[in-house]
């Protein structure tokens, strides 16, 4: 059975990193889509970026753009999330979450697997 884990989350001062990762289980990721989302409190989930596995296409969301990096290890089936020059807006429920596609889709309703989040808390 398909499944992601996501892990890494935690605290952390504005200006600060951290990594997160996301591990796939069940299924091999060739055509496969993985994104990561993010929900801060009282706001809708929202498309943070994504990466086609197949040729590694990225696509990023316009908010992240020069301070996150997605990146994926083959072998390990693995996703990871950098982020750098966290800010308090950054302050989300993160999410990873896959779709058997090429392309990168950008809304939620368009994946079929995700996994059950890690907290993200950015504060001075």
Same mark, same amino acid.
């Given at each position: 059975q398909l499944q992601l884990v996501e892990s890494g989350g935690g605290l952390v001062q504005p200006g600060g990193s951290l990594r997160l990762s996301c591990a796939a289980s069940g299924f091999t990721l060739d055509y496969y889509a993985i994104g990561w989302f993010r929900q801060a409190p009282g706001?809708?989930?929202?498309? !943070?970026?994504?990466? #086609?596995?197949? +040729?590694?296409? @990225? !696509?990023?969301?316009? #908010?992240?753009? +020069?301070?996150? @990096?997605?990146?994926?290890?083959?072998?390990?089936?693995?996703?990871?999330?950098?982020?750098?020059?966290?800010?308090?807006?950054?302050?989300?429920?993160?999410?990873?979450?896959?779709?058997f596609s090429v392309p990168v889709p950008q809304r939620e309703e368009k994946y079929d697997f995700w996994g059950q989040g890690t907290q993200v808390t950015v504060v001075s």
């Open positions: 706001k809708e989930r929202e498309f !943070v970026v994504g990466i #086609s596995w197949v +040729g590694g296409s @990225t !696509v990023y969301a316009d #908010s992240v753009k +020069g301070r996150f @990096t997605i990146s994926r290890d083959n072998a390990k089936s693995t996703l990871y999330l950098q982020m750098n020059s966290l800010e308090p807006e950054d302050t989300a429920v993160y999410y990873c979450a896959a779709v």
